[in-house]
T-cell receptor, first 110, second 114 residues
Framework: DQQVKQNSPSLSVQEGRISILNCDYT??????FLWYKKYPAEGPTFLIS???IKDKNEDGRFTVFLNKSAKHLSLHIVPSQPGDSAVYFC?????????WGAGTKLIIKP | GAGVSQSPSNKVTEKGKDVELRCDPI?????LYWYRQSLGQGLEFLIY????????KSGLPSDRFSAERTGGSVSTLTIQRTQQEDSAVYLC????????????FGPGTRLLVL
């Protein structure tokens, strides 16, 4: 059973527009959520996180929103830039272990 | 400072052979994780080491998989009698081991079992 789901395998966005990446989870015990970004042939790199006591966390162009009642989180990137083209993974934890989604490939079109 | 390094970067082996994958974590990081990413899938947790505690092996898919961490630093993941379904990218990450601590990943080892 997939505890963390990213239902969109890919997303294409025009440069300068907003990219919205979505993630759903099933385990209400998760209390910490992270987004990682992965370029080809590289390991994932940490992007932004949010604790379950918050509903929003912002870092520059990146904002993560958490809706606990819907068990849904989203990552907003605005404005989108060509360098944002990568695979984005959502991950959740209730302890030291991270449970990962399958990833969404974001393509930023010039 | 250096990040997490993994070797080899690519490994092609024949079915039935044993392979060893190596991970050098960030100096000072007490926690070390192994993950596997199959094509089109998310990261699958394999094993977790934290300091001198007994490792959490709950993610290892079969007894053909084992890992050790010597001296609290370098770790090796061994796959015995490899099968084609073992083909994947094997990723290692390290952290200071606190809950909600960011994990730092190596570039991975791409394993192809023919």
């Amino acid at each position: 059973d997939q505890q963390v789901k990213q239902n969109s395998p890919s997303l294409s966005v025009q440069e300068g527009r907003i990219s919205i990446l979505n993630c759903d989870y099933t385990n209400s015990m998760f209390d910490y959520f992270l987004w990682y970004k992965k370029y080809p042939a590289e390991g994932p790199t940490f992007l932004i996180s949010i604790s379950s006591i918050k509903d929003k966390n912002e870092d520059g162009r990146f904002t993560v929103f958490l809706n606990k009642s819907a068990k849904h989180l989203s990552l907003h990137i605005v404005p989108s830039q060509p360098g944002d083209s990568a695979v984005y993974f959502c991950a959740a934890s209730a302890s030291y272990q991270l449970i990962w989604g399958a990833g969404t490939k974001l393509i930023i079109k010039p | 400072g250096a990040g997490v390094s993994q070797s080899p970067s690519n490994k092609v082996t024949e079915k039935g052979k044993d392979v060893e994958l190596r991970c050098d974590p960030i100096s000072g990081h007490t926690a070390l994780y192994w993950y596997r990413q199959s094509l089109g899938q998310g990261l699958e947790f394999l094993i977790y080491f934290q300091g001198n505690s007994a490792p959490d092996k709950s993610g290892l898919p079969s007894d053909r998989f084992s890992a050790e961490r010597t001296g609290g630093s370098v770790s090796t993941l061994t796959i015995q009698r490899t099968q084609q379904e073992d083909s994947a990218v094997y990723l290692c990450a390290s952290s200071f081991g606190q809950i909600q601590e960011t994990q730092y990943f190596g570039p991975g080892t791409r394993l192809l079992v023919l």
